[in-house]
């Protein structure tokens, strides 16, 4: 079967770094942080592994409370209650994404309601709402708690959602492999529009960020407790200790050829392939070869018909831990450097944090953007570059060219990994 061409039409974001894409262009730009401090909690003052300093939170949402009611949001954006009621913090913020990303793209009624349209969606739940029904049900009874209470909480809840509040007829999905989550949402959307499954393909991704979703990472001793906000997230560094975690919420629309010939689009790049592949390895720990990451990338390869010489921007998946960045090294090393190549790399994860399943399509749209605005996002916060990285051509500025073929790369727990493969336009 003769695949189409897919290109990304359309961008919405809510980050730290920016609510919209001209603000998340512009930090991009200037390398500039979004990280907030994080409030101590005294049930953990006698825990220093818990004392977390930093996360990576979107401006102008108020959302800690349980209470939907509660909540504060943008005036731009008008949110029926029963809508409201259905989500979890990061539903909020994806549904104003999507909302961003639809008008973005110019989109009608009739092009998002309908038989050739679909969405895939990638979050991890959210662990407040859960864990405050659980509370609810034990204390007061079942009968007692929120009639939305499942559908807002487990790890479904965008794709309910969106699909019903957008009403979309098409094919949809929620993927849940942690880091590589949303990675896979746009992988096998782009399968769906190539392969003439749809025309069309929303990709949407969030997730909370509070104290259910970040202290259980202090557990894994994965998060950086850095007093220095310019320390915390320093992904290549020989001091990198841990990532910040990150929540907001990213949506991109896919549409095929035909799509954007009908409707006059001018695209942000194309999406020309991708690859994944399994570790095998550890439950929570990258290969420290990076062989399953090596497998991802010459799967994308072979799947956007393209060389790996090719590649002139590398998007790191690189979280700023010691196991993980040297992981994503040796896999880079394997397939570029030593093979003669030196394409620019970069983690924008300095500056965004880490958002978990948001991070595929948060870092999709920072390569679609990078493209569109003609620039190459640096690698921030890098003190002294880890010995084991020089022959990488890491790049510590924004760079004031647009790649023309670049790789976004993630890996999640279990050993998932996912290469996405975007030409300029």
């Known amino acids: 079967m003769e695949r189409k061409r897919v290109f990304i039409t359309g961008l919405g974001v809510v980050s730290s770094i920016g609510n919209d894409t001209a603000i998340l262009v512009e930090s991009l730009r200037n390398l ?5 401090a994080f409030p101590p909690y005294h049930p953990y003052k006698d825990d220093p592994a818990a004392l977390v300093k930093w996360i990576s939170a979107p401006s102008d949402f108020e959302v800690d409370s349980t209470d939907f009611e509660d909540w504060k949001y943008p005036s731009r954006y008008k949110i029926r209650r029963e809508v409201l009621r259905g989500f979890a913090p990061h539903g909020l913020y994806t549904y ?3 909302k961003q990303a639809l008008e973005d793209a ?3 009624e009739e092009d998002i309601s309908n038989y050739e349209t679909g969405i895939y969606t990638s979050s991890g739940g959210s662990p407040r709402l859960l864990c405050n029904n659980m509370e609810r049900m034990r204390e ?27 009403k979309i007829l098409g094919n949809s999905c929620g993927f849940s492999s942690a880091c590589a989550s949303s990675g896979h949402a746009l992988g096998y959307a782009y399968d769906d529009v190539s392969l003439g499954r749809q025309s069309r393909m929303f990709v949407a991704a969030g997730e909370d960020v509070n104290f259910e979703s970040v202290i259980p990472f202090t557990g894994m001793r994965a998060l950086s407790l850095e007093v220095d906000p310019t320390r915390a997230s320093c992904p290549f560094d020989e001091k990198r200790n841990g990532f910040v975690c990150a929540g907001g919420g990213a949506a991109l629309v896919l549409e095929n050829e035909d799509e954007v010939e009908r409707r006059g689009s001018t695209p942000y790049a194309e999406l020309v392939g991708w690859g994944q592949s399994s570790d095998g390895h550890n439950v929570a720990i990258s290969h420290p070869e990076g062989s399953g ?26 979280t700023s831990t010691l196991i993980g960045d040297a992981s994503e090294g040796k896999a880079l090393d394997k397939i570029f450097t030593s093979q003669g190549y030196r394409p620019k790399v970069s983690s ?16 999709a749209t920072i ?25 990488l051509n890491i790049i510590r500025e924004t760079e004031t060219t647009a790649p023309k073929l670049a790789i976004s790369n993630s890996s999640g727990f279990g050993g998932a990994n996912v290469t996405l493969v975007f030409r300029g336009v």
């Open 32 to 36: 500039k942080h979004g990280f907030k």
């Open 96 to 98: 104003c994404a999507m």
């Open 106 to 108: 110019a989109l009608e």
């Open 140 to 166: 007061i009874g079942a009968t007692r708690c929120s009639p939305t209470g499942i559908v807002s909480a487990i790890a479904g809840t965008l794709s309910f959602n969106l699909v019903a509040n957008f």
């Open 293 to 318: 990451l090596i497998r991802a990338l010459s799967n994308a390869f072979r799947s956007a018909g393209i060389e790996a010489g090719e590649v002139d921007y590398i998007n790191a998946h690189a």
């Open 348 to 363: 924008t994860k300095a500056i965004t944090g880490h958002g978990l399943s948001l991070a595929s399509a948060l870092e």
């Open 367 to 391: 390569v679609s953007l990078a493209m569109k605005e003609g620039f190459t996002p640096g690698s921030a916060h890098i003190q002294n570059l880890d010995p084991q990285f020089e022959k």
